[in-house]
């Protein structure tokens, strides 16, 4: 048997919630906007749609992220771009073809 503690409704923390004070305690009306508004008669201990209004989206902490940008402390692994391999190569077929278009 669960025996529930009366607190505060979750609306109270909730995203979706459009909350109304009037300047008496007794006046407070919760709409609820999450697929269309309609009033929360009752303080609310469970909800599926919960979301807290205190956590930030993500974008939000992107935004608000300090970027640093560092070289990184290690070299690229692999062969240079130029270890000359690929160059001499290159240079073997440029002389190549200039051997063909002066023998024709």
């Given at each position: 048997?669960?025996?529930?503690?009366?607190?505060e409704?979750?609306?109270?923390t909730?995203r979706?919630?459009?909350?109304q004070?009037g300047?008496r305690?007794?006046?407070?009306?919760?709409?609820?906007?999450f697929?269309?508004?309609r009033?929360?008669?009752?303080?609310?201990?469970?909800?599926?749609d919960?979301?807290?209004?205190?956590?930030p989206?993500?974008?939000?902490?992107e935004e608000m992220?300090?970027?640093i940008h560092v070289?990184?402390?290690?070299?690229?692994?692999?062969?240079k771009a130029?270890a000359g391999?690929?160059?001499?190569y290159?240079?073997?077929?440029?002389e190549e073809?200039?051997?063909?278009?002066?023998s024709e």
């Open positions: 048997m669960e025996l529930w503690v009366e607190g409704s979750l609306c109270r909730c979706s919630a459009h909350i004070k300047f305690e007794s006046e407070e009306s919760i709409f609820c906007n697929a269309a508004l009033a929360v008669p009752f303080k609310v201990a469970e909800c599926t919960y979301e807290n209004r205190t956590v989206y993500r974008w939000e902490l992220a300090l970027l070289d990184p402390a290690r070299k690229r692994a692999g062969f130029d391999f690929a160059g001499h290159a240079e073997q077929d440029d073809e200039d051997d063909i278009s002066v």
